[in-house]
């Protein structure tokens, strides 16, 4: 129940922020459960392991905006244990997920 707790958390301190910024222009991702999507957050895990030698692993992204070819998307992954990032991905063609560019990877800022 704590772990559910905390993860509505973070999507609901994400879902405001996404709501609250001037940059009017990124759209919420309408189905989040597309597979299109789930594929393009974890080429960006992927990509980030490449990048920084990391070994996590994608479960998966659970909410995220999008401007044209863009997309930032909050990922749940993990290594030892469950982290929460912030990705922001390019990609123009969505049939081809797994050719994600990845422009951020951060780590989440939780408000306790």
């Known amino acids: 129940m704590r772990t559910s707790g905390f993860l ?17 222009v990124w759209k919420p991702i309408t189905n989040i459960n597309d597979t299109s999507i789930q594929e393009l957050g974890q080429c960006a ?31 749940f992954a993990r290594e ?3 982290k929460c990032f912030i990705a922001v991905v390019s990609n123009s063609n969505l049939d081809e997920p797994e050719n994600c560019k990845l422009i951020s990877f951060k780590p989440c800022k939780i408000v306790e």
């Open 8 to 24: 509505l958390l973070i999507t609901m301190v994400y879902a405001i922020s996404m709501f609250t910024t001037s940059d009017d």
């Open 45 to 75: 895990v992927l990509e980030n392991d490449r990048q920084t030698g990391d070994h996590s692993m994608f479960i998966r992204v659970v909410t995220g905006t999008e401007q044209g070819d863009k997309y930032e998307l909050l990922i």
């Open 80 to 82: 030892l244990e469950p």
